[in-house]
């Protein structure tokens, strides 16, 4: 049986994605969480705080999807696209669907501040974990080269307009990753 902390986060992760941060109210995540709003406060404070428990979780899932896939690509070039799907592309096909839910991509780091560094620490420490198996000794030490997949990531899920986009460009940052570490 789920902890009510479990099933507020799986219920708010839920209206987050639907609504986005702004929309969303502690009354909402009460009802979906079929819980009283005492008890909501009793484990959640505020919804920052719950909007914060959310993206830890959702790192914890990202991370554990990642090493499945890691261990299941070969190429560089796969992995590298493995991680930046789960980290870059399904979120921003998931959260641009509409422009209640796109609120989250562009603000994420303002609602959760410190969860999201987590969020961005944990795939930099992936991705440079990849680049370190393949390095040359080339152009950029796989750190560097990890941590401007890193900007490119942020700042693409930001700009970008579509998932064609997206993806093209991603393809276009791992060509030149591999070809430079």
């Known amino acids: 049986m789920k902890t009510n902390k479990e099933v507020i986060i799986e219920e ?8 986005g941060f702004k929309k969303v109210t502690m009354g909402d995540i009460a009802k979906s969480s079929q819980i009283s709003r005492p008890t909501l406060y009793s484990v959640f404070s505020d919804k920052q705080t719950v909007f914060s428990a959310c993206v830890l979780e959702v790192v914890k899932e990202f991370q554990l999807e990642a090493q499945s896939k890691l261990n299941i690509e070969n190429s560089i070039e796969d992995k590298l696209w493995a991680l930046l799907s789960i980290f870059v592309i399904e979120p ?22 410190e969860e999201m560094k987590t969020y ?17 000794e080339k152009a950029i030490a796989p750190k560097d080269a990890a941590k ?6 942020r700042d693409a899920r930001k700009s970008c307009k579509s998932l064609l ?6 393809r276009g940052i791992i060509q030149m990753a591999v070809k430079n570490v």
């Open 148 to 153: 401007v997949i890193v900007c490119f990531s």
């Open 120 to 136: 961005w620490r944990t795939f930099e420490k992936l991705v440079q974990k990849v680049l370190e198996t393949a390095s040359n």
């Open 165 to 170: 986009e997206i993806k093209k460009l991603t």
């Open 12 to 19: 708010a992760e839920s209206l987050f994605i639907k609504f």
């Open 92 to 113: 921003f096909n998931q959260f641009s669907k509409s422009e209640e839910s796109y609120d989250i991509l562009l603000n994420a780091e303002t609602y959760a501040p």
